[in-house]
């Protein structure tokens, strides 16, 4: 037998509810409309004194009885709700590890800097020291020092960036190896790289472009020595199997003087396009130091002889990666350069590397 219908049914309302409470927040809605100040409860057992007298006692144990248990019951469902909604929120604040990394592209060495670093490595391994000169330069260092006469057609107008009548830009950086030499007495061995510039535009020729000169010199040095050490250097830069051979040629500094051809990398000499059909390819000059160059630094021709060469890089990386427009290493264009990025990750299997290696051609 109920002994209050109403607190009855307020309990078995308020215990469906708490229930079927989905939140906290839902909870405390409940508490406050059962048990708050004002609430059915609370109302309920403020109203003991409207009871007939008789009735009292066991209508407030009954309202104090289900008062302290929908308390309990409150109490026990916040527990529940709270470890649900912190897992709720765990599971919406996870990181799927599953999802695919977002990729920051990677810059990388443009590849004039990458293959003049592995000339001045190469040098370096044998020996020569990196010297550098200024881009401006006089005459006398580009030109008269190293026995150009006055009418030497290099010296035209048509051929030099002129500042003035006496500076320029200098053309090759020869003058490096003239700065060197008046400041140390021999021997000498160095490396010179760096920018050189020439009134010449087309596919094979950029106004600016980069050099790296050589210069070894010392007592009974000798034209096998600077063959032995281009043929090393030439199997370094164009692998193993790689050949050289000298042309005689002039230059005003070296006496004698020799172009040096490689074997053409494409065919191995059997001739092909990028040869032009002579299975050979020019990559630079050089010869022995001229006897007025010597003597115009202070270093005497019957003590001490040495030898000289210069070679540009971008003709190295042209013949290396297989590039035929000049033009392409100062366009910046992010479609040819990101070929020389280094891999990040190693290629995927199912990637042919013939697909790898193939370059940008300009069209
Ligand atoms: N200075 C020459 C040039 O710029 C290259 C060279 C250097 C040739 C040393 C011989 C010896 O073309």
Same mark, same amino acid.
Do not use: A, K, S, T
């Given at each position: 037998m109920a002994p209050d219908p109403r607190v009855q049914q307020i309990r078995d309302r308020a215990l469906a509810d708490i229930a079927a409470a989905r939140s906290t927040a839902d909870l405390e809605q409940i508490r406050i409309r059962v048990l708050g100040r004002s609430g059915e409860l609370t109302a309920r057992l403020r109203s003991l004194g409207a009871i007939p007298a008789a009735e009292r006692p066991q209508v407030g144990q009954a309202a104090n009885r289900a008062k302290a248990e929908l308390e309990e019951q409150i109490q026990a469902r916040l527990q529940a709700l709270r470890v649900e909604e912190r897992s709720r929120q765990r599971e919406a604040g996870?990181? *799927?590890?599953t999802l695919p990394g977002r990729v920051t592209p990677a810059g990388a060495v443009h590849p004039i800097t990458r293959v003049q670093d592995e000339i001045i490595a190469i040098f370096e391994g044998l020996g020569f020291s990196v010297a550098e000169g200024p881009e401006v330069e006089s005459d006398y260092y580009n030109f008269a020092a190293l026995n150009f006469p006055d009418d030497h057609p290099a010296r035209d107008m048509q051929d030099t960036f002129h500042l003035s009548p006496d500076t320029l830009l200098r053309t090759h950086t020869s003058p490096v190896q003239i700065r060197t030499m008046k400041a140390q007495p021999p021997p000498v061995r160095v490396i010179c790289p760096g920018k050189v510039y020439r009134r010449d535009a087309d596919i094979t020729h950029s106004p600016m472009f980069h050099q790296v000169e050589g210069l070894a010199i010392d007592r009974n040095i000798s034209m096998g020595d600077l063959r032995g050490t281009l043929d090393l250097f030439a199997r370094e830069m164009f692998g193993s199997r790689s050949r050289i051979r000298f042309r005689p040629s002039f230059f005003p500094f070296t006496e004698p003087s020799a172009e040096v051809d490689v074997l053409c990398f494409l065919c191995g000499g059997g001739g092909c396009r990028v040869c032009k059909q002579d299975g050979w390819l020019e990559i630079l000059g050089s010869g022995m130091v001229h006897p007025d160059v010597l003597r115009n630094v202070g270093y005497d021709p019957e003590e001490v002889m040495g030898w000289a060469f210069g070679m540009g890089v971008e003709r190295v990386a042209m013949l290396k990666y297989g590039i035929? *427009?000049?033009?392409l290493f100062f366009e910046n264009d992010l479609r040819f350069l990101g070929q020389f990025a280094p891999l990040t990750l190693p290629p995927h299997p199912s990637l042919s590397p013939a697909g790898r290696g193939t370059r940008m051609r300009r069209r």
């Open positions: 996870r990181v *799927d590890l035929d *427009d000049i033009r």
